[in-house]
């Protein structure tokens, strides 16, 4: 006698998933179902994975790599990069271009 298995879902958060509504034809922001089997039996990836880097890719090529920085340099700040560093010889680019 075989028991049967009962499946077993994945508990996700509510409002974990996103719905992907594939377009009629391919443009520059949107593909059809053909284009990503395409790519999942090209790459050997199943098409979730496919979805999955072209997200990173795109996060990757969009989104800033570092955090912002505070804003420009307090004349304190700049005062103790110039006694840490020589300035001796230093000529500024604005002075050699006028």
Do not use: C, W
């Not at 999942?40 to 990757?60: D, F, I, K, M, P």
């Not at 920085?69 to 110039?82: H, K, N, S, V, Y």
């Amino acid at each position: 006698m075989t028991a049967k298995r009962t499946a077993t879902k994945r508990k996700q958060p509510a409002g974990a998933g996103i719905l992907l509504r594939y377009r009629d034809k391919d443009t520059a922001y949107g593909v059809t179902r053909k284009t990503t089997t395409r790519l999942a039996r090209t790459l050997g990836l199943s098409e979730t994975q496919v979805v999955h880097v072209a997200l990173a890719n795109l996060a990757r090529q969009t989104l800033p790599r570092y955090e912002p920085d505070d804003g420009p340099l307090t004349d304190e700040q700049m005062a103790a990069i110039r006694k840490l560093v020589p300035q001796r010889g230093f000529v500024s680019y604005k002075k050699r271009l006028f």
